[in-house]
């Protein structure tokens, strides 16, 4: 027969101790910092809103994967949500709604709120480039009965990953007579797709006896396009001839309109859901459309903030933010100087100045997640996990923080308590162990004007590939960070 507590001394005693115990340790939790994985306390109601942000996030990735792109599907959404070109536009109101482009490859948009700039803005700054291959000047050769493509690679890769995958083409080629075409190619289902070829494991051990960086060269990732010569006709490089009429009858180029053209090669893989449990998103260029995009979201969701918020979407970051589309040109500057003239309505130079440095940014990029396979290069301490939410970074840079923003405890604390109030999950790290390497951001860019600026993203596993992998829960995380970061800043 059982007996209770009651009767049973020994049990009574031991779970007193246990209760004990226990009241203890919840004495001390509030000392710890604790990071936990969102999917265990997530409501079945927030899981729903999880998922379909998902969807909406998979579907903009598959139609925006060059700069160009984004910066047209984000204009379309952002006119429907009644923006308008700011040259269009005398003076501006709290509740306008205004963007600029950067020469179709960079954007801005901005909400105007009800205190006045000289108080300050709030601004959520992106890259929408990502690592790819560009076509060299003059691209088109023939060799052996095949037509290729020569490439220069973009930003940061491992060329082997580019090897042996569908590749897509998108760009921009303008004709002779100064007419522009945009193509994409490999995309849609009866659309061919390219290649780039490897050697064989059969015939390979040169080859795997190579440095990584040189089992494929950078002067190998030529694009197989095609391979059968024109028809009935006894000339030299019939094979790439073939090529060319097929292109000037369906596109009406010559070879030379390739000089000028901004042609892209990017994997023609869709944006999938990986696991029985579709926790996670595969897809090419997480990095940075995957921040990029809830900053686009979280500022199209404003209606008369506060303070103006501005949403900074650039492009060449990874290759230094370089260039008249980078984070470092000008034009960026220009539409701060112009949505301050437009709102105060007599323009000064110190006071705008003085109105940039009290502003408050969050460099929207995303950072390494720890894989357990290749935990040697992390410090598991100091790094962020999936799932986990939104990673905040004091700084990025490589060894010796070299070439980064080093953020303030001052804003650093502002930023978590406006995240902590919101009950908005954050972690916290760096990019892998000190001696291993690093990265940049626009962070040190922005930083110069003065303003206060923190490095904060989505973790992502397999960053640079062509094929990429992050957690839905940290996507949506993200969004809600950046609306929260904007409103009460």
């Not at 000028?260 to 090419?284: M, N, Q």
Request: proline share 4%.
């Amino acid at each position: 027969m059982m007996t209770d507590n009651k009767t049973n001394p020994k049990k009574a005693r031991n779970l007193s101790a246990k209760t004990e115990r226990l009241s203890e340790k919840a004495q001390y939790d509030h000392l710890l910092a604790d990071y936990p994985n969102i999917w265990k306390s997530a409501s079945d109601a927030e899981v729903k809103k999880i998922m379909a942000f998902a969807e909406h996030y998979k579907s903009f990735l598959n139609a925006a994967k060059t700069e160009r792109e984004f910066n047209r599907e984000a204009v379309s959404m952002a006119e429907k949500k009644g923006f308008s070109s700011i040259d269009t536009i005398i003076a501006l109101k709290p509740g306008d709604r205004v963007f600029a482009t950067i020469k179709g490859k960079g954007l801005l948009l901005a909400v105007i709120g009800k205190k006045p700039m000289t108080e300050g803005f709030n601004i959520l700054g992106a890259h929408i480039d990502s690592p790819r291959l560009d076509l060299k000047p003059n691209p088109l050769y023939e060799d052996e009965e095949m037509v290729f493509l020569k490439t220069h690679y973009y930003g940061g890769i491992k060329k082997y990953q580019w090897t042996t995958i569908p590749l897509a083409i998108h760009g921009l080629i303008v004709r002779k007579d100064g007419t522009s075409l945009y193509i994409t190619i490999g995309e849609n289902d009866d659309d061919p797709v390219f290649y780039i070829t490897d050697l064989l494991p059969h015939l390979g051990n040169e080859q795997m006896s190579r440095k990584g960086t040189d089992i494929v060269k950078g002067e190998d990732l030529n694009v197989l396009i095609g391979g059968r010569p024109i028809s009935g006709k006894d000339i030299k490089s019939d094979y790439k001839i073939a090529i060319l009429k097929l292109l000037n009858e369906k596109y009406g180029i010559v070879e030379k309109d390739l000089v000028s053209a901004e042609l892209e090669v990017v994997p023609a893989f869709k944006a999938r859901d990986v696991g029985f449990d579709r926790t996670f998103i595969a897809g090419y260029g997480h990095d940075d459309r995957v921040c990029a995009y809830p900053a686009l979201m979280a500022l199209l969701d404003q209606k008369t903030p506060a303070k103006t918020v501005i949403c900074m979407l650039s492009d060449k970051e990874e290759i230094g933010s370089y260039g008249n589309t980078g984070a470092e040109s000008m034009l960026y500057e220009n539409f701060f100087m112009d949505l301050f003239a437009k709102t105060v309505g007599e323009f000064d130079h110190i006071s705008y100045r003085k109105s940039l440095s009290s502003a408050k940014m969050m460099s929207a990029d995303v950072s390494n997640g720890f894989d357990p396979k290749y935990a040697s290069v992390s410090d598991p301490k100091n790094s962020a996990y999936m799932s986990h939410g939104i990673k905040l970074e004091k700084y990025v840079g490589a060894r010796g923080k070299s070439g980064t923003n080093d953020a303030n405890a001052e804003y650093i604390s502002e930023v978590i308590r406006v995240l902590d109030q919101a009950n908005v999950r954050w972690q916290t790290g760096e990019l892998g162990k000190v001696d291993e390497g690093g990265g940049g951001t626009i962070s040190a860019f922005m930083s110069k004007y003065g303003l206060d600026v923190i490095d904060c993203g989505v973790p992502v596993l397999s960053m640079h590939a062509p094929y990429e992998v992050i957690s839905k829960a940290d996507l949506y995380e993200t969004y809600r960070a950046y609306k929260v970061f904007i409103e009460n800043i």
